[in-house]
């Protein structure tokens, strides 16, 4: 059983998901979304999660298992329609004259202040949509709702390399996103768990590599 935020299992994961259980046809595999946040929490309606995917790290478990798999970027994000309209902010303050499309909920919170070298400016649109949904989020930002202040760069690498999203305030980001994978100890001595783990590690590292490849042609990193 594993526990995966929706905008990874959506965006991402599935694919690797599905070819995992054809690969293991005599792994059991379950995942379902995975909402909670810190602390980690590995209960589930259908049972105890084996595996949880999300940011960290959980100081208030030591004891679990916490494994450090990537790093994600934030990125402030429009869509052509919605900067046609209202033009793009050339500074942070500037957002106090344009629309916000928010993303909050338990697993990653809302972005508060934007920050660039050792200057931090207060967050601040004239009016707001939020959002408890990433993916939610991002289509209203598709359609041109607002500018989304922190997208994660691996929902939207693609995105901007089509030039249906257009990054705006480059050199200004909110806090790195830390990405982990959680078990057990006790778990972890599974030989099911350990194949999940190392494969999924694999698939997103290669993920990562391309968004990183993506990003810094584009001038972002």
């Known amino acids: 059983r594993v526990g995966i935020p929706q905008a990874v299992l959506q965006d991402f994961a599935m694919p690797f998901l599905v070819d995992f259980a054809r690969r293991y046809p005599e792994i059991h595999l379950e995942a379902s979304e995975y909402s909670q946040g ?16 999300s940011f960290g790290p959980d100081p208030a478990h030591p004891n679990f298992v916490q494994i ?24 942070p303050e500037e957002l106090a004259r344009h629309i916000g499309v928010r ?14 070298g050792g200057r931090t400016v207060p967050l601040r649109f004239g009016r707001e949509l939020s959002f408890n949904s990433v993916m939610t989020a991002k289509a209203a930002v598709l359609i041109g709702a607002g500018i989304q202040p922190d997208m994660a760069d691996i929902h939207c690498y693609r995105e901007i390399m089509k030039g249906s999203l257009v990054p705006v305030l480059k050199d200004w980001r909110g806090e790195p996103l830390n990405l982990y994978i959680y078990t057990r100890p006790e778990i972890l ?11 999924f590690r694999r698939e997103i590292t290669a993920t990562l590599r391309l968004r990183d490849e993506a990003l810094r042609g584009c001038g972002l990193l």
């Open 38 to 53: 810190l602390p980690v929490s590995f209960a589930s309606p259908s049972g105890a999660l084996d595996i949880v995917i």
């Open 68 to 91: 450090h798999y990537g790093t994600g970027r934030t990125i402030a994000c429009a869509s052509p329609v919605y900067l046609s309209r209202y033009g793009a902010p050339s500074s």
């Open 103 to 116: 993303f909050n909920s338990p697993l990653r919170g809302t972005l508060r202040e934007l920050h660039r």
């Open 189 to 199: 001595r599974f030989r099911r768990v350990k194949s999940f783990i190392n494969e």
